[in-house]
């Protein structure tokens, strides 16, 4: 009796994933994430909003560590309830390729955002608030399907332009009291975090075609 060589598994390739490998823990790290938030706010409400001090300001040396905290911090309550919903909602699909990538993804949005404040916003303001981060992760999202070539994160990115895009004029100046620099530079580094994970990706595909014993399209770890 003989016996035939069983075919090898197929993988999807993780780097055109939609949602997160591992929903659960995805959603404890995002709403960990907005927790923080909101205590951070509970205590600047406690110190009459003295912590508002550390956001970015403009080109000057002490301004600088803002980059660090700007984020975390918001003007008011209602400034952080408007943040809510895009933070656990591009929060949650930006980890569809993995927690590593998603650390990596948004400490590059985290410093693009806050760098591109400090060096073009207006003289003598202190900018705060996670929404550069959010336009960070709406970008990276809109624009990853078009460098990984997949169809369905097109769709989502279409769902997210539907359901989002009026989000999207908050990138023109003129509004009192937003920073579209924050905005703006934002959406960059979520772009170019994108590419930058695309071009990994292929260059590991590219290294597993040529490596029988490793999957194309994961990572050696199998979190991309």
Do not use: C
């Not at 909101?38 to 909003?49: I, K, M, R, T």
């Not at 460098?147 to 279409?158: I, K, P």
């Amino acid at each position: 009796m003989s016996s035939l060589p069983t075919p090898p598994a197929t993988h999807p390739d993780q780097s055109k994933r939609i949602l997160p490998a591992q929903p659960k823990a995805a959603a404890v790290v995002v709403l960990s994430f907005t927790v923080l938030l909101y205590l951070v706010e509970l205590v600047d409400s406690a110190l009459h909003g003295r912590l508002n001090s550390e956001g970015v300001v403009p080109r000057t040396l002490s301004g600088l560590d803002g980059i660090i905290w700007a984020p975390m911090l918001h003007g008011s309550w209602a400034h952080l309830f408007g943040n809510t919903i895009p933070v656990l909602v591009f929060g949650f699909l930006a980890m569809a390729t993995g927690l590593a990538r998603w650390f990596a993804v948004t400490g590059l949005i985290w410093v693009v955002s806050g760098l591109g404040v400090w060096l073009t916003g207006d003289t003598g303001t202190s900018t705060i608030g996670a929404s550069g981060l959010a336009f960070g992760w709406l970008a990276y999202l809109l624009v990853r399907g078009v460098f990984n070539r997949a169809f369905g994160q097109l769709v989502v990115a279409a769902v997210l332009l539907l359901l989002w895009g009026g989000t999207l004029w908050g990138l023109l100046p003129g509004n009192p009291g937003i920073s579209w620099q924050a905005h703006v530079f934002g959406a960059l580094g979520g772009i170019l975090a994108a590419w930058l994970a695309a071009r990994s990706d292929r260059a590991k595909a590219k290294k597993a075609a040529g490596n029988p014993g490793r999957r194309p399209g994961t990572a050696p770890d199998g979190d991309a």
